[in-house]
């Protein structure tokens, strides 16, 4: 595993029996009360992540209110639940039995009322505790119920502590909170920092510290879902590969590799130290591959009051919207594994939120777009039928209530208009036009995410039904969740138990320490030079190999947005140098506009007439009261060339060192719009500096909320360039060939060197005469030179042996370039 190297050193105890002279004065220096409280505090990870959910939440009243009906909500569920099966007499209610005043006179009728159709209390209690399963039932809930009532009692004073610290610290009183935006809370929290000392280990925190904390691991659970790590794709009979992910599948898996008993990682910042090191790597395989297995078996114990559960709560959740709204079903929404699959690295969840919202309304009318001739011509017609009969019962319910009395009637109605709302789906606009390919580019102006074998497919069903995996239906949601107590053990114990040893190499292989933030994905750092793809457009800046490459641009596409969605934050210079690189590429695209067929004209040509972001900045000019001063610098935005000169010609350079903008600057050489927008006018304060507080800039004209827009408009437009740059990048016979070995012959000689009939050095020579050269994973020596022979090697081909010490001019390893 690597280790960053930084500047920082470890705190030397100062223990009195560690000091070389007691009797000397020490001066003592008292902090105030309230910095006292925040300074050098134990669990960071867990402090961050409240005072986000703090904000995201809107503060501490509206949060004990959410956990507190939470817990009325399920005492509810349960205690209703119990009275409808133990307390109702259902022969009164269905009108099988008349009631009488008189239990021995059945020949008296009278009118039915709610009272009659109920047990009386002693009755109802009789029937309770003569249930045995109902007993158990109960007991099973109360347990749970006081479980969570426990727990939200640790959190009221958790988060009256995350109170204490906006209000004291952060200096926001909880009557403005909505009204401060995320960046300027991790700004104030930046600067308390500095002043108090949260984290011992670093001076200064910086934004991706933040990040890091928050989302240490839903970093990694995006790094496993973009390199296939977890097994998530189910064979099905007529219906070939789905995605199965559920919220108790997700929770399953994140109690196995997180914050489970003997998960991989001992605490929340640090992955236990035998996870390290390779030479047990077989033996922690068996141990998570034995834990993947009681956990499984536990969800199968379990399955019957899980399902119970989920039934119970989906009924009282979603009846009456489906009576309200019987299309609400048919509405679509993004899949739990299209967050994972579509989200970037070191995304927060609000930016996700916004980012799929944006590509919500686009990604509908896509996949409305299909319709089949067929199923419109029958839905016509059975709509016509329904509808007829539909039409007659509403009339006679008109002219004569007393036909609701009737039998089934009512039923009927009910009936009849769920069939005409479902058929209605079946049937296409009038102003139906054909465009998916269009649409499906807008889709990726939002999205930002797209397998390769889309790109002019859009028009065809598999395309279509791929893109359903992450865009379901909400009843497929409802669906799937309903089934995943039944389905999550079987995909704990026959699918997740054989990747256990793929697992624990994933946890070695891209892991890194960080000073000041513990163990974290390396995938999370967004390193170019680590785990850049080529095709990519991080070419001569990455020296990754196939293995720790990221799929799917990931690497290119976080950093672009983490870079745009915090200006001040300073990447590394090989980031920085890619991120300037695409930039110019951009700009000489939008140069050489007039003469051919840029990359991202093309791009944008086909997605003008569907996309929100090429109008947005015109938009937000014409509404700002300082449009007149700057306007005259951007060209006519009417056309798609000049829009696009007009997004890129809008940033400003940096301001020079005579300049008096405080704090530190963006990135230089980004030129990123949202940044050129803070740089642009500077509104001066009292003392002649540039005002950079509050919750809006230029004086409290123009609010975050536009920076954010400006901001996800120069994101799209980097990845729609960066999408169609991949698209004309010719493949050539060798990366076909190296993507080959890897998928498949590095997987057998896992399989092999996991069974014992395979050694390093036969891997290496088996890998040349392939033609394929392992790859250089950092180790550097000169000619003659000892190395370490297993570190040369990646690391899911380490074998059992002991390491052995070997010169580069061994004729197994070829892999040092001094040699």
């Known amino acids: ?108 009728p009278r009118k039915v009322r709610l009272e009659d159709a109920i047990f009386p209390e002693v009755q109802c209690r009789r029937r309770i505790e003569q249930n045995s399963w109902i007993i158990f039932l109960l007991v099973i809930a109360a347990t749970f119920w006081i479980y969570r009532l426990v727990k939200v009692i640790y959190n009221f004073f958790c988060y009256l502590e995350i109170r204490s610290f906006y209000i004291y610290a952060l200096h926001i009183p909880m009557s403005e909170l909505p009204n401060y935006s995320w960046q300027e809370v991790q700004e104030k929290i930046l600067a308390v920092q500095k002043d108090q000392q949260m984290c011992i280990h670093k001076r200064e925190l910086t934004e991706l510290d933040l990040h890091h904390r928050i989302l240490r691991f839903k970093n990694y659970l995006v790094a496993m879902v973009n390199k296939s790590l977890l097994p998530l794709a189910l064979p099905m009979p007529f219906m070939g590969s789905i995605i199965f992910l559920t919220q108790g599948l997700k929770y399953n898996l994140e109690l196995l590799l997180f914050w489970g008993p003997d998960a991989p990682f001992q605490s929340a910042w640090s992955l236990r130290p035998e996870y390290k090191r390779s030479i047990s790597r077989l033996e922690l395989a068996e141990r998570l591959s034995r834990n993947i297995l009681w956990v499984g078996l536990a969800n199968l114990a379990l399955c019957p009051l899980v399902l119970v559960w989920q039934v119970l709560h989906a009924f009282f959740r979603y009846a009456e ?163 995943s107590p039944i389905i999550t053990p079987f995909i704990l114990i026959f699918r997740l138990r054989p990747k256990a040893l793929e697992i624990v190499d994933f946890f070695r292989n891209f892991t890194v320490e960080v000073v000041g933030v513990g163990d974290v994905c390396s995938f999370a750092q967004m390193d170019i030079r680590r785990h850049g793809n080529p095709t990519w457009m991080s070419s001569g800046h990455t020296e990754a190999s196939c293995y720790q490459q990221a799929e799917d641009g990931k690497t290119e596409l976080s950093l672009m947005h983490f870079a745009i969605s915090n200006p001040r934050w300073r990447p590394p210079d090989d980031s920085t140098a890619f991120i300037s690189q695409l930039r110019g590429h951009v700009q000489k695209d939008v140069t050489n506009s007039s003469t051919g067929h840029p990359t991202l004209l093309s791009s944008l040509q086909a997605i003008e007439e569907h996309s929100g972001p090429l109008s947005l900045l015109q938009s937000v000019l014409a509404s700002h009261p300082y449009h007149s001063s700057y306007t005259h610098s951007l060209p006519d935005l009417s056309t798609t060339p000049a829009t696009t000169e007009g997004l890129m010609s809008f940033s400003v350079p940096a301001p020079n060192t005579g300049s008096h903008w405080e704090g530190p600057l963006p990135l230089v050489g980004s030129g990123t719009l949202s940044t050129g927008m803070c740089r642009l006018h500077p509104v001066s304060v009292g003392d002649g500096r540039p005002h950079s507080g509050g919750s809006s800039l230029y004086g409290g004209a123009v609010h975050n909320s536009i920076l954010s827009e400006c901001a996800s408009v120069e994101m799209s437009l980097h990845a729609i360039y960066i999408h169609e740059a991949r698209r004309q990048l010719p493949t050539s016979d060798a990366h076909s060939q190296q993507q080959w070995f890897r998928k498949d012959f590095k997987d057998q000689q896992d399989q092999d060197m996991h069974d014992g009939h395979l050694s390093p050095s036969v891997v290496n020579i088996q890998a040349e005469n392939l033609g394929y050269k392992p790859p250089d994973i950092g180790v550097s020596c000169t000619p003659g030179a000892l190395v370490n022979s297993s570190n040369l090697l990646p690391d899911t081909w380490e074998a059992t042996e002991p390491r052995q010490q070997t010169t580069c001019s061994d004729s197994y390893y070829r892999l040092c370039p001094s040699c």
């Open 1 to 108: 595993m690597s280790t960053f190297e930084t500047g920082y050193r470890r705190l030397e105890s100062c223990d009195e029996e560690e000091s070389p002279n007691n009797d000397r004065e020490v001066l003592v220096h008292v902090p105030e009360a309230n910095k006292a409280r925040w300074n050098h505090i134990e669990n960071l990870d867990y402090f961050f992540t409240r005072i986000y959910h703090f904000h995201q939440k809107n503060g501490f009243a509206c949060m004990m209110m959410a956990e507190f009906f939470e817990l009325v909500q399920f005492l509810f569920v349960v205690t209703f639940t119990t009275f409808l099966v133990n307390c109702v007499d259902y022969d009164i209610l269905f009108a099988n039995k008349r009631p009488t005043d008189t239990p021995g006179r059945q020949d008296v």
């Open 321 to 483: 919207v489906l009576k309200r709204e019987p299309g609400s079903l048919g509405a679509r929404r993004w899949s739990l594994y299209g967050q994972l699959y579509l989200r970037h690295l070191n995304e927060l969840d609000n930016e996700l939120r916004a980012r799929l919202s944006h590509g919500y309304k686009h990604a509908t009318r896509y996949m409305d777009s299909f319709s089949s001739p067929a199923l419109s011509v029958i839905a016509k017609n059975v709509t016509f039928f329904a509808g007829s009969l539909l039409a007659v019962l509403l009339v006679l319910t008109i002219y004569d209530e007393d036909v609701l009395s009737v039998e089934h009637v009512l039923t009927a109605i009910t009936a009849l208009g769920l069939l005409i709302t479902v058929c209605r789906a079946f049937i296409p606009a009038e102003q139906h036009a054909w465009c998916p390919e269009q649409l499906l580019q807008a889709v990726l102006a939002h999205i930002h995410y797209m397998p390769e074998n889309w790109k002019g497919q859009a028009h065809k069903a598999e395309t279509r039904d791929e893109f359903s995996q992450v865009f379901q239906y909400k009843a497929v949601f409802i669906l799937e969740e309903l089934l």
